[in-house]
DNA sequence: ATTCTAGTTGACGTTAACGTAAACGTTAAC
DNA sequence: GTTAACGTTTACGTTAACGTCAACTAGAAT
């Protein structure tokens, strides 16, 4: 079974980040590694919240907003009631990541068109 | 001609954001609009850049950023060499915004799969 | 025994992106 | 003439997301 351990340091380094913000990152809540004595040690599934709290940020969410989108994922196994709120939250959480890739192509598409009309301007000037 | 002009209030209502700011990106250089008397007098043109730099925000870049992709534009009537170098800043954008895309395709689909599982227990409960 | 190497907990500093309040100048309406 | 609506500048306040010490502690190595 995968049951590898992580210190700070491992992580650190593997995401490139500082391990001030992991401990910052605990402090919010959003991760709660074991503790061995004093030290913490980080299990794979607190690793693979990291990666989702970074690809969160990524895309530009808020540390608050990932925290939510997280606790989704907690909360799946809860009342009824409470699995249809986390259901709906779910969803309104695709419909802006959505928009926001929406937001992209555009931006994309924008800047590809403009990277063109640059290059057009280069040819024009080896045929002078 | 399209020389339509925009106060301040206007743009605010439309893009629903405040006067502060927007003057706040005037602060920054993001915009500059024209002076009637005291008063900012916003154009077409000032419109358009607003827009794009809400959009910017939109997908998680800062405001420094988003000034750096809208400088791309104004400096694309340079010496050659200036275009040059502002075609290789357009095309890193366009790789920084397409993995962004890939980041926020994945949440999507991870998002989506949760969803699949939450409906299924959903189903479940009905039968039983 | 001491030095080195992780790790720990405060606590204050910093930057970005505005909010908010104060104090003031036009113009239009009543 | 004054009140209201809309604008201005100046300046301090605020929140998020860490950075940067400082002052330990605990274990390993020399």
Redo the contacts with the bound molecule.
């Keep these: 079974m995968e049951d590898k351990k992580y210190?700070?340091?491992?992580l650190?380094e593997e995401f490139q980040?500082?391990?001030?913000?992991?401990?910052?990152?605990?402090d919010?809540g959003l991760l709660k590694?074991e503790?061995i004595?004093?030290?913490?040690c980080y299990s794979e599934a607190d690793r693979v919240r990291l990666s989702w709290i970074l690809r969160g940020?990524r895309v530009g969410?808020?540390?608050?907003?990932?925290g939510e989108m997280i606790s989704l994922y907690d909360v799946g196994d809860g009342r009824k009631t409470q699995r249809v709120v986390t259901l709906e939250k779910c969803q309104e959480r695709i419909k802006v990541l959505k928009s926001q890739r929406d937001d992209i192509d555009l931006t994309i598409r924008e800047l590809e068109e403009f990277c063109i009309q640059l290059e057009a301007l280069e040819a024009e000037e080896k045929v002078s």
């Design positions: 210190t700070i340091a491992n650190a980040i500082t391990a001030r913000t992991l401990r910052f990152y605990e919010k590694p503790r004595g004093q030290n913490r940020k969410f808020s540390l608050a907003e990932v």
